[in-house]
C-alpha cells in the first residue's frame, strides 16, 4: 500500500470518528431536550395540514420556511427572531419545537443548547428566586435563558404577569431583559402567543418589540 493511500485511509477513519461523535451528540441532544413529550423527536413530516386550499398552502409556506430557518442557522451568526402568533390550536407550538429538533438534527455541536420555557414558568422561577433572596440564582437563571442557542418562549401573555399594574410591569420588564440580552449577544427567540400582533407588542413593551423586529 502506498504512502499516499494509507494517509486518505486514516482522514477517513478520522472523518468517520467526528460524524459517529455528532451523530451521538445529537441523538443524545434530541433525547434530553425539554420539550412537551408529544413534539419530542417531532419533524414536518409528521404534521397533518387541514383546512381548505388557501389554508394549506399557507401553512406549507410557513412550514418550508421553518424547516429552512432551521438549516440555514449557524451559531455565531446573526438569525432573526420568529413569532408565531394565532388562535388556540393552530400548531404554534408544535411549528417552534419542530424549529428545535431541525436544528439539533443540522446544526448540532457540543456547545448547542435549546430551551424550551412557557413565559409563565419563567416569570414564575424568578419570583421563586426572589422569595429566596437569591441574588447569585437569579443570574445564573438569566444567563441560562439569554445564552441559549435557542430558546423558545410558549405562551406569552397567559398569566404571565402579576394583577396589579406594578407587578404586570414588573414582569414585562422581565420579558424584555431576557430579549434585550439575546439581541446584544446575536441569539433567536423563538415566541408563541395567542394574542394579535398588536396587543403582543403592546404587552412586551416598546424595547422588547424593536430588538425582535
Not at 430557518?69 to 419542530?98: E, F, H, M, V
Not at 394574542?195 to 403592546?202: E, P, Q, W
Request: glycine share 6%; hydrophobic share 35%.
Amino acid at each position: 500500500i502506498a504512502a499516499g493511500e494509507i494517509g486518505c485511509q486514516k482522514c477517513q477513519a478520522d472523518k468517520d470518528v467526528r460524524r459517529a461523535k455528532i451523530t451521538s451528540q445529537r441523538e443524545t441532544l434530541l433525547d434530553q431536550v425539554k420539550l412537551p413529550i408529544e413534539h419530542k423527536r417531532a419533524d414536518f413530516s409528521d404534521w397533518h395540514l387541514y383546512g381548505d386550499e388557501k389554508v394549506r398552502a399557507r401553512l406549507i409556506k410557513i412550514a418550508t420556511f421553518a424547516k429552512q430557518y432551521a438549516i440555514d442557522y449557524k451559531q455565531g451568526l446573526d438569525r432573526p427572531c420568529i413569532l408565531l402568533s394565532g388562535k388556540t390550536g393552530t400548531g404554534k407550538t408544535k411549528i417552534a419545537c419542530n424549529i428545535a429538533n431541525e436544528l439539533i438534527r443540522h446544526n448540532c455541536n457540543p456547545r448547542m443548547t435549546v430551551l424550551f420555557k412557557r413565559s409563565s414558568d419563567i416569570q414564575n422561577k424568578f419570583k421563586e428566586l426572589c422569595d429566596r433572596n437569591s441574588n447569585k440564582s437569579k443570574a445564573a437563571f438569566m444567563n441560562e435563558l439569554a445564552s441559549a442557542t435557542v430558546l423558545i418562549i410558549d405562551e406569552v401573555g397567559e398569566g404571565d404577569t402579576g394583577y396589579t399594574a406594578t407587578t404586570a410591569n414588573k414582569d414585562r420588564e422581565l420579558l424584555s431583559a431576557v430579549i434585550d440580552r439575546r439581541y446584544s449577544l446575536g441569539l433567536p427567540t423563538i415566541i408563541t402567543t395567542n394574542m394579535t400582533d398588536d396587543d403582543f407588542y403592546n404587552h412586551i413593551g416598546d424595547r422588547a418589540t424593536d430588538r425582535l423586529r
